[in-house]
């Protein structure tokens, strides 16, 4: 009986020293700005403390995540001079095709725009229970995490949850 409490004793420390806790995820896992300069998820969240903030994981290729652009687009428009910020972060391996859709969808005057390989992010999107894109989640005023599976920006339910959490 005192080996198996052991051997239990043990497991489980192996076990936690390998869990991952979201300070380390958004620690760990840097993105790269449309200016080329990295920010961690934590410097995002601090770089727009008191706003909520609005987070669409996105790529070039996903044709739901170019589609619902539009609607992020009218959305962030709507919501000017609201302490919100919308930031786009796109999951492309390449850099240049990147920048090319931010260009051709006319994006880059909108929001904060950042990138991180899919192949990089892995830890971060299984966190997270990304397993799809578009992806939406919110963080409210505070910094903290308000929903991890928000609504899409087409959905009108969305606009009436942003402006209850500013109220906040």
């Given at each position: 009986m005192p080996?198996?409490?052991?051997a239990f004793f043990l497991i489980s420390?192996?076990?936690?020293?390998?869990?991952?806790?979201?300070?380390?995820?958004?620690?760990?896992?840097?993105?790269?700005?449309?200016?080329?300069?990295?920010?961690?998820l934590t410097e995002i969240i601090k770089l727009n403390a008191g706003k909520v903030i609005y987070i669409d994981f996105w790529a070039s290729w996903c044709g739901?995540?170019?589609?619902?652009?539009?609607?992020?687009?009218?959305?962030?428009?709507?919501?000017?001079?609201?302490?919100?910020?919308?930031?786009?972060?796109?999951?492309?391996?390449?850099n240049s095709v990147w920048k090319k859709a931010l260009d051709k969808m006319q994006l880059t005057d909108s929001g904060q725009h950042y990138r991180r390989a899919r192949s990089k992010m892995i830890d971060f999107l299984k966190y997270f229970y990304i397993y799809s894109i578009p992806h939406y989640m919110i963080i409210n005023k505070s910094g903290e995490m308000h929903n991890r599976d928000a609504l899409p920006p087409s959905d009108p339910k969305l606009s009436r949850?942003?402006?209850?959490?500013?109220?906040?």
């Open positions: 080996n198996l409490i052991l420390s192996i076990a936690m020293q390998g869990q991952k806790t979201m300070g380390n995820i958004i620690k760990e896992h840097p993105f790269e700005s449309l200016d080329a300069t990295s920010k961690t739901p995540c170019k589609k619902e652009m539009p609607a992020s687009m009218r959305l962030s428009q709507k919501m000017q001079g609201e302490a919100i910020v919308f930031v786009y972060i796109s999951i492309d391996d390449n949850q942003l402006a209850k959490l500013l109220k906040q």
